[in-house]
């Protein structure tokens, strides 16, 4: 119980952060996302089922505050986060080289999967934005991997999901 609520308070204060405090460090249009990042790097160091259910909830999550079109984060965090969840059973962990990189790559698949979707329901979306905003991720994710892989370590996070 104590691991759902450790997670379900990260992700409410990190929804808080992306809503308040992350546009104001706004660069060319883009900020980072640290729900999103959290959620892929505890998808990296948790299992696959860990993984889609973080994925739908911080999906679910970001939807209340995107108007253009509901469920397509949870369902972009969802698939992002379960191929997180798969590249983190084939690396080593404990290095963060690879889940850093994976976490870039996966923002930048994420923002083409937003901006095809919102294209074809005629959305602005600017593609350079989505650049932007994966360097940015990628810089967030270098203190947030080392922060979640600590998080995971602990012993309470280490028992199953009582669901």
């Known amino acids: 119980m104590k691991r759902i609520l450790t997670i379900v308070f990260l992700c409410i204060l990190f929804l808080i952060l992306d809503n308040t ?34 994925g739908v909830f911080t999906g679910a999550l970001q939807d209340v505050y995107f108007l253009n079109a509901v469920g397509i984060n949870m369902l972009s965090n969802m698939l ?20 850093i990189i994976s976490s870039f790559v996966l923002s930048l698949v994420k923002g083409l999967i937003l901006f095809s979707i919102l294209f074809f329901i005629k959305q602005d979306v600017y593609m350079r934005v ?34």
């Open 21 to 54: 405090l992350m546009p104001l460090l706004k660069i060319n249009g883009a900020y980072p996302s640290l729900l999103f990042i959290f959620a892929l790097c505890y998808s990296i160091v948790s299992s696959p089922r860990d993984a889609v259910i973080i």
């Open 80 to 99: 992002m986060c379960f191929v997180a969840a798969k590249i983190g059973k084939n690396i080593f962990i404990e290095k963060s080289f690879f889940p």
């Open 130 to 163: 989505i650049l932007y905003q994966a360097i940015y991720n990628l810089i967030i994710s270098i203190f947030m991997y080392k922060f979640t892989y600590k998080l995971s370590q602990k012993e309470y996070m280490k028992r199953e999901w009582g669901f």
